[in-house]
């Protein structure tokens, strides 16, 4: 079983950056694949990015690429996501989750573990 623990969410200003975490609970983290989702309000839970185990492999959703990058450490037992150029479309509740689905899946369904959530405003 994987416990995840969101943190890095917070207020900024349009163009600003910030960069979240996803600590994970377990011994077997590295054989996870991590997706990012985010929910804005009155929406659906909608896919950001994911990352295989070795972080080779990397999907981003349309909106992100070139914004967004994801990585892993798996010393660390830890997923980021570095966001750059938000803008307040961004603004939304981020979860991660965790899957032994391959490949990396990008819908929410097929993630078996989730955190809490860290909220991200994106003031304009």
């Known amino acids: 079983q994987v416990q995840l623990v969101e943190s890095g969410g917070g207020l900024v200003q349009a163009g600003g950056s910030l960069r979240l975490s996803c600590l994970a609970s377990?011994?077997?983290?590295?054989?996870?694949?991590v997706g990012w989702f985010r929910r804005a309000p009155g929406k659906e839970r909608e896919f950001v990015s994911g990352?295989?185990?070795?972080?080779?492999?990397?999907y981003y959703a349309e909106f992100v690429k070139g914004r967004f990058t994801i990585s892993r450490d798996n010393a660390k037992n830890t997923v980021y996501l570095q966001m750059n150029s938000l803008g307040p479309e961004d603004t939304a509740v981020y979860y991660c989750?965790?899957?032994?689905?391959?490949?990396?899946?990008?819908?929410?369904?097929?993630?078996?573990?989730w955190g809490q959530g860290t909220q991200v405003t994106v003031s304009s």
């Open positions: 989750g965790a899957t032994l689905r391959v490949p990396v899946p990008q819908t929410y369904r097929e993630y078996d573990y």
């Open positions: 990352i295989g185990w070795s972080a080779g492999t990397t």
């Open positions: 377990g011994r077997t983290f590295n054989r996870y694949i």
